[in-house]
Structure formats: structure tokens, C-alpha cells
């Protein structure tokens, strides 16, 4: 029953969060990976009755497999204290409709964003196109933390395709061109018809931050890190 599996991955999450003095109402920001992402839709009424109180930031992809060939797995950035996260949304109005949580949480100096990407009515249009509207989408978010792309630490950049990654830097740099420059990771998945998504976090304007030599920027006492491979750096 693919429900009690959503159920039993949440209460593994909640059981990590209650060992450090925390419950599922202090998570921040989360991300799920499934073996299927057709099973999202499923997954998502069981998530979101469990996730019922100021609900995370999301961000859910596809993965070719998962380890234990587990269908479902679920990472989590929380903060000690609820009371802290604040709701930050597009160009900084709640929509009139409410609806369930918001595009973006600030905790302290940072803000957390679900991950963003293009409608479906121009999934058809050019990769640079679709990484430029992924971009100013997610520049609305922000703007609702006082902030803006000049204030991104860590990127998080999803396509279904590895040879939308030469489009999407083009496009990425022209928006990241001066230091510190986000930490970021780039991944091919599964994203259900949609061919790029982007998940950022950002620091609010006034936190202080420095480039780190070979790819990390550090936000007052947090450093946020770029992937490292077996590629040799000086």
C-alpha cells in the first residue's frame, strides 16, 4: 500500500526530527525523491496530511533508483525553533485564494525556496527560454524576502536531459556573473513532462557572505559547498 509507505518514510522523518527535540512542524525544507514520479500525485495527499502545519518548502524529483530499492526517500532541513520560519511569498503578497503554504520560508538570514520551473503550455519552448522564465519565477519568490538572484547561495538544478545543461549555463551565467557566485548542483531526473527545475536558497541582503576558493560560499557560520568530484583542483 503505497500510502502506509509515504505514512512509514514521514514517521522516519518525524523520529529523526523528536531525537533532536523537534517535530515535523520545524522542517523547512524538503526533498523527495521517488523510483516513479507518476506515483507524486498518490504520495502527495498522505504528505500533506502528515506536513499540516506550516508546511516545508517542497522540491520532488524522479531518480533512476533509490538504495534498498526503496520507492520513496525524503531529506529534511529543519529549524530548531518553529516560531522562526517565516512564509515569504511572490513579489511579498499571500495569494487571495490562500492555498497550501508558500513558495518560500526565511529562517534567520536565509531563504528557502521550493523548486520552480515552467508551465506546461511552454515546456515546448527553447531551453534558454524556459532556464530565463525558471529564473524570474523564482526572482518573484525572493523579492518577497526583500532579496533578489544577487542574494543566492546554493542552487539545486534539475533537467530530464543532459544536453540542457550547456543552455541552462549560458543562461545561468548570464544572471551569476560576479562573486561569490551560488554553490550549485546540476543533476539529470525524472521531472514528469517538465524538462528543467530549480531549487535556491538565498541569503537576505544584509548577512554577511564570502566566495570560498574552488566553489563554496560561507553565510555568517554556514558554508554552503559545490559538489566536489576526482577532477583536481588547484
Not at 544584509?206 to 554552503?224: C, H, M, P, W
Amino acid at each position: 500500500n503505497y500510502d502506509d509507505l509515504v505514512r512509514t518514510v514521514t514517521e522516519n522523518v518525524r523520529s529523526v526530527l523528536k531525537a533532536g527535540g523537534m517535530d515535523l512542524v520545524n522542517a523547512v525544507s524538503c526533498h523527495a525523491y521517488f523510483d516513479d514520479l507518476n506515483k507524486r500525485p498518490q504520495m502527495n495527499t498522505t504528505y500533506n496530511a502528515q506536513f499540516n502545519q506550516s508546511p516545508p518548502v517542497r522540491t520532488a524529483v524522479g531518480v533512476a533508483a533509490l538504495v534498498d530499492h526503496t520507492q520513496l526517500e525524503i531529506t529534511c532541513i529543519a529549524a530548531r525553533d518553529a516560531s522562526a520560519k517565516t512564509p515569504v511569498y511572490r513579489n511579498g503578497t499571500p495569494p487571495a485564494k490562500g492555498g497550501r503554504g508558500s513558495p518560500g520560508i526565511r529562517v534567520g538570514d536565509l531563504v528557502f525556496l521550493s523548486g520552480s520551473g515552467v508551465p506546461a503550455a511552454r515546456q515546448t519552448a527553447p531551453m534558454e527560454d524556459q532556464a530565463k522564465e525558471t529564473l524570474e519565477s523564482l526572482s518573484t519568490v525572493l523579492k518577497g524576502a526583500n532579496a533578489g538572484l544577487k542574494d543566492v547561495v546554493w542552487a539545486e538544478i534539475y533537467t530530464d536531459d543532459p544536453k540542457n545543461f550547456a543552455p541552462i549555463d549560458k543562461i545561468w551565467d548570464s544572471y551569476f556573473s560576479a562573486d561569490p557566485k551560488p554553490a550549485r548542483t546540476k543533476q539529470v531526473v525524472s521531472l514528469a513532462g517538465a524538462h528543467i527545475e530549480i531549487t535556491l536558497v538565498a541569503a537576505v541582503p544584509t548577512a554577511s557572505r564570502r566566495a570560498i576558493k574552488n566553489g563554496g560560499v560561507l553565510v555568517g557560520r554556514t558554508l554552503f559547498l559545490s559538489p566536489q568530484s576526482s577532477t583536481e583542483i588547484g
